[in-house]
């Protein structure tokens, strides 16, 4: 409990800024008390609806949001967040199950997290989530050092640092799970990669549930990537399989 928090970003001079939305009354109070130690700032809420407008009404680095909450659940709250911001959220929660963690990534969620969990584990997902997503600097002042983690394909430029996807002159915003997910089938390029291998390389899902969330996700990657998403040309149905992403179809 005595780790200090190093993120490893950039140009630092704002402390972190977390919310934590959790009915357990207790945990939040050990929670804050453990966060300010590390020098980060800390909202709380108790209930669903307090918490979603904590979430909406100023910019955070990152939150942390219970399943199981009084007035709305979490995944109420979390697809409301996403109808208006991309900030990290990390879903906490004692339901274990595959599905569950899959309904949650799929609403939006970039992490999840199974109760009891030790601090130090929490701290490290926290770390991981701030460096790749770097949202304590804005994104007018990013500047792309050499080597910056893009894949340009078909006139579009996917940014993963940034989280973005440039197509044209539109930039649109994406969530670090789709994000992954991109950079998964490119890794792949041209091989068909079944929804069962997604879910455990990407979502880190490894007992049977369903994968229906992988469509979800390809639905919304397709329109997107697609000139005409009901005829895809990069992300491409392998029937019997998955799917397969190729960069430029002939």
Not at 112 to 119: A, G, N, R, S
Request: glycine share 6%.
């Amino acid at each position: 409990m005595s780790e200090v928090l190093s993120t490893d970003l950039p140009n630092r001079c704002i402390p972190i800024s977390l919310l934590l939305i959790d009915d357990d009354i207790g945990l939040c109070g050990l929670m804050k008390e453990f966060f300010i130690e590390q020098q980060m700032e800390v909202e709380t809420a108790n209930d669903g609806r307090s918490g979603l407008a904590l979430a909406l009404s100023r910019r955070f680095n990152l939150v942390l949001l219970d399943v199981m909450l009084p007035a709305m659940d979490g995944f109420q709250v979390l697809r409301e967040i996403r109808r208006k911001s991309s900030v990290p959220v990390i879903m906490l929660t004692a339901r274990v199950g595959g599905a569950d963690r899959v309904a949650g990534l799929e609403t939006g969620a970039d992490d999840y997290l199974p109760k009891p969990f030790e601090l130090p584990i929490l701290i490290a997902r926290i770390r991981g989530l701030l460096r790749r997503t770097e949202w304590l600097r804005p994104a007018e002042n990013r500047q792309a050092p050499p080597g910056r983690d893009r894949y340009l394909f078909a006139g579009k430029v996917i940014d993963f640092d940034a989280l973005e996807l440039h197509v044209g002159d539109r930039t649109l915003q994406l969530t670090l799970m789709e994000a992954n997910l991109l950079r998964y089938l490119i890794q792949h390029e041209g091989k068909a990669v079944s929804r069962k291998a997604m879910l455990e390389e990407v979502w880190g899902v490894r007992e049977d549930t369903d994968t229906r969330a992988i469509d979800n996700f390809i639905v919304r990657l397709r329109r997107y990537l697609e000139d005409k998403p009901s005829s895809p040309r990069h992300l491409q149905t392998v029937r019997g399989v998955g799917y397969r992403f190729v960069a430029n179809p002939e």
